[in-house]
């Protein structure tokens, strides 16, 4: 029987130490589209995973239709109509979307495969809803946003009902967002119950018919979208004021402080990703470069900062050439990075706060002399740090794999910034990061502009793009398609990181 | 002297000797691939092997019955791919030490038992030749490939079989998920615990058989170390071959010919000297598995990784 509602019924959910979820109560109705939106650590994620049987409630209930059920594992929930899209997809690369739509179905050739039954019935959901893809290709070589149909697909497959998408716009286009909510719409259509999480305010307010804001496990509002707005939205999610525009002086022009010309790079696969690209960065002003993620930003961040060979071209810092140098020299050179991949490159997880603090300084008095550190200075240093940056963090010794993103990024901020770069390349610096600490991060990032840093400022969040930069550079398929102002359109930007070129 | 070689009945000597050599590889390696196809590195085929061979070859010592033998060698594999289950995916041990810990354990349980047991080696009957009816009788390809022992035709009928179930049953779709994206598999239901104890458990009875083949159908008699590094060369193979039964079957082809080319030299008498000629299939197995390494798309990205939900 399709869902009708779905209720949680005083959910709370402990971990050891945290109390993730605290009497939570929620319900859904088939035809509504329910936006759950809340900062990272709020509870979103545990909440949705105890609707779908992956986690255990420690206490309170579930009731489907009016019927209390009990879930084991997601198996339960889907045999009740619950289907969730995780924000990692769960596909298996290799095979075929037919295969992955097929993967753990009953048969109905019994032991043998019925992959032609399974490609016939997704080509008719794909036809109804709008999910089109080839039930024939194979997962790896699709497109993101294709693959997140395959997702849908096979929740629909099973016949699902009630579909929890967990951030689902993330690794989205802005035309494969609205390409998106048309199927949301559709799927709302046909009567279908769906939970959209997201932190992003825009699209919840666009897409939802209402909102539930969860804080610290804990439900403080639900609200019809059409009442409320952003502002109050944001509000209730942080508990305070936010600030979301940034009033900044004109940038002052200055002397070029970076200078990339024609930079070639290879992936990790070894095939091009950066196309000969040639940018310069002012000394006191925010260059920003957008573009979908796997488009070459990251690639160019790691060839500009010494950590990925260049194949060609070169890269100035304040004149001096520091092509294939490697990342201690650009360090020296003045050159700061914040990293993509802020718990792979950004930290050494099992180290402390402290640790992590100094791993680019600690060579150099005063923290340490002839080898031998000086842990009173190193103290004092790191304390002034995590003061100066709001780090929040139980001890200096606590590791640093015990912080939330956010506390995480600001300890490297601290690190990064405090050197006084003459260039910051800042790649995806807020991304997983909530909303509090984002307002932090971006109000530094200005105060370091005005301070005459040269700031190369990565990010697929057109919203922050927009919000900081003094000039926006778009990237697509490793080349910049144009260098526009940062007053340009949502619609146009998006057109150019769909790689419509721009004149300019 | 390399004229001999090359004399018709030599060759069809050789090809003969070469099919029937890749049996014992070809039980091993069809059942490790399935076990790395689902994501656990099984690196105590050997021990497993030598297991297989040394209870084959005693129960068939004492009672005659071939079919006992066989069946009982398979169910000392299965046992020990139990064994390997429990250690690699419910304790989730490393794999590739915990394999080594099997082999020894196979190794020294194998021996221990012949010297209690057995004491000197005595040689047995094993599976007799079994000429097909009318295809034996062709010439060249006759001998060569209808007129072997039963296993030998099984060990090749293993092959299609692992392809088709791998590729045409809902089980093989399971143990290719498990073994590529076992995250994946598991938000849909399938225990990933489950495929892997099958696969594993199969690819330990096909290593009981396997040394059967070698004890009660190729050799017929025991001692210590029988397999002298078979079961490894097995693991290799699977790799070798990609995670597909037909290349694992050529890569099994390709070294036991080599192998069955240098006992041909040894036999003949032809001057290279036995180590030289000895170690020839090994180097290949090195050369083969440098180049085979690269072009690889099928392989189960989960290999050797113990899985475990949620973060």
Known sequence: MPIQTVELRNISKRFPGVLANDRVNLDVRAGEILALLGENGAGKSTLMKILYGMYHPTEGEIAVNGQVVQFKSPADALAQGIGMIHQHFQLVPGFTVAENVALGLKSSRGPLTDLNVVSQRVRELGAQYGLHVDPNALVWQLAVGQQQRVEILKALYRDASLLILDEPTAVLTPQEVQEFFGILRRLRAAGNALIFISHKLYEVKAISDRVVVLRDGRVVGGVATQATNQKELARMMVGREVITQWEKPAAQARETALQIDKLQALNDKQLPAVKEVSLQVRAGEILGIAGVSGNGQRELAEAVVGMRLIRGGSVRVNGKDVTHHSPAQMIQAGVAFIPEERMVMGIVREFSVAENAILITHTEPPLSRRALFDFRAVNTHVARLVREYDVRTPSLETPVKNLSGGNIQKLILARELSRSPRVLIAAQPTRGVDIGATEYIHKRLIEQRSAGTAVLLISEDLEEVRALSDRIAVMYEGEIVGIVPPTTSVEELGLMMAGAKKDS | ?311
């Open chain 2, 1 to 311: 002297m390399l004229e001999q070689l090359f004399a018709p009945a030599v060759i069809i000597g050789i090809l003969a000797s070469g099919i029937q050599l890749a049996t014992p590889y070809l039980y091993a390696a069809v059942g490790e691939m399935f076990s790395q196809i689902s994501g656990v590195l099984n690196l105590g085929v050997e021990g497993v092997m030598l297991m297989g061979a040394f209870i084959a070859y005693y129960a068939v010592l004492r009672t005659d019955n071939l079919l006992l033998g066989l069946a009982l060698a398979a169910l000392t594999g299965a046992l020990m791919g139990l064994m390997t289950a429990v250690i690699s995916v419910t304790l989730k041990a490393e794999q590739g030490i915990s394999g080594i810990g099997i082999y020894l354990f196979g190794l020294g349980l194998s021996d221990l038992l012949f010297l209690v047991l057995v004491g000197t080696p005595k040689a047995i009957v094993g599976f007799p030749e079994l000429d097909l009816p009318v295809l034996s009788g062709l010439p060249a390809l006759g001998p060569i490939l209808f007129s072997q022992n039963i296993l030998v035709y099984f060990a090749f009928a293993c092959v299609p079989l692992a392809w088709f179930i791998l590729n045409k049953t809902t089980l093989g779709l399971k143990v290719r998920a498990v073994g590529q994206t076992p995250e994946a598999a598991d938000s849909l239901g399938i225990s990933v615990a489950r495929v892997r104890y099958i696969a594993v458990i199969v690819a330990g009875t096909m290593a009981g058989i396997a040394g059967a083949s070698l004890s009660i159908g190729l050799l017929n008699i025991f001692q210590q170390n029988l397999t002298s590094g078979l079961g490894f060369i097995a693991v290799a193979l699977v790799y070798f071959g990609g995670w597909r039964p037909f290349r694992v079957m050529l890569g099994a082809l390709l070294f036991s010919m080599v192998n069955a080319l240098q006992l041909w030299i040894q036999t003949l008498g032809i001057a290279l000297p036995s180590d030289i000629a000895g170690m020839l299939p090994y180097i290949l197995t090195i050369i083969a598995l440098i180049f085979a390494a690269r072009q690889i798309v099928t392989q189960p990205t989960a290999l050797t990784k113990p899985f475990e939900r949620g973060e």
